[in-house]
């Protein structure tokens, strides 16, 4: 079975331009979750989907980041315009649905620099 | 804001010797998930803690939930080589809230 596929699983921009990365979850999976992990952090929540409705974006900076899964299935996040400091590892995870028992599978993340 | 704090940041040991990572919460948790992140990849998850002092063993690993829900630690038993990363606990505080990651505990290890 495929796991999480992410891509680009990097990208080096300048700052003020855009950027877009793509998830596709585990097939399946119900469930799709994007973080942000900065260098020596644990991950971050950005958005939760419950197959195409966001459930939980309060984490998610509205005046620059935007995501959508259409279908409820693949996802995309993106950044316009990026700034220094949105350079971090993005992962998307899934799991088959939410509430507490749920374990997620993380995909291998892009790496994002801003310069 | 509610947080899951870790300790310690780092732990340096030598292969053979025990490691212990604990995750604390002022809130009670719903339940507790651990991860694991080698160096250069992504989270794995390990295991999954919902009942109050509840123990969980997988091989060289030791998972308890404090009974207050509270609390939570891994202790791994005479540490490999393979076992180097970062470990993460993640907490939920009820069905409807986000997971919380706390801040990983970074484990190398001399062989």
């Known amino acids: 079975e495929a796991g999480v596929v992410q891509s680009p699983r990097y990208k080096i921009i300048e700052k003020k331009q855009p950027v877009a990365f793509w998830c596709n979850p585990i097939?399946?999976?119900?469930?799709l979750y994007w973080y942000r992990q900065n260098l020596g952090q644990g991950p971050e929540l950005l958005i939760r989907?419950?197959?195409?409705?966001?459930?939980?974006d309060s984490q998610l900076p509205k005046d620059r980041f935007s995501a959508e899964r259409l279908k409820g299935v693949d996802s995309t996040l993106k950044i316009q315009p990026a700034e220094l400091g949105d350079s971090a590892v993005y992962l998307c995870?899934?799991?088959?649905?939410?509430?507490?028992?749920?374990?997620?599978?993380f995909g291998p993340g892009t790496r994002l620099t801003v310069l | 804001g509610q947080q899951v704090m870790q300790i310690p940041q780092y732990q340096h040991v030598q292969e053979g010797e025990d490691f212990t990572t604990y995750c604390n919460s002022s809130?009670?948790?719903?339940?507790i998930q651990w991860y694991k992140q080698r160096p250069g990849g992504h989270p794995v998850f390990l295991i999954q803690?919902?009942?109050?002092?509840e123990v969980k063993k997988q091989k060289r690993l030791t998972f308890q939930f404090g009974e207050a829900k509270k609390n939570s630690s891994l202790h791994i038993t005479a540490t490999q080589t393979t076992d180097v990363g970062t470990y993460f606990c993640?907490?939920?505080?009820?069905?409807?809230?986000?997971?919380?990651f706390g801040s990983g505990t970074r484990l190398s290890i001399r062989p």
């Open positions: 993640a907490g939920r505080y009820s069905s409807a809230s986000k997971i919380i």
């Open positions: 803690l919902v009942k109050s002092g």
């Open positions: 989907y419950e197959n195409e409705e966001a459930v939980d």
């Open positions: 097939s399946g999976h119900n469930t």
């Open positions: 995870a899934s799991s088959l649905e939410a509430g507490l028992a749920e374990e997620q599978y």
């Open positions: 809130t009670t948790l719903s339940n």
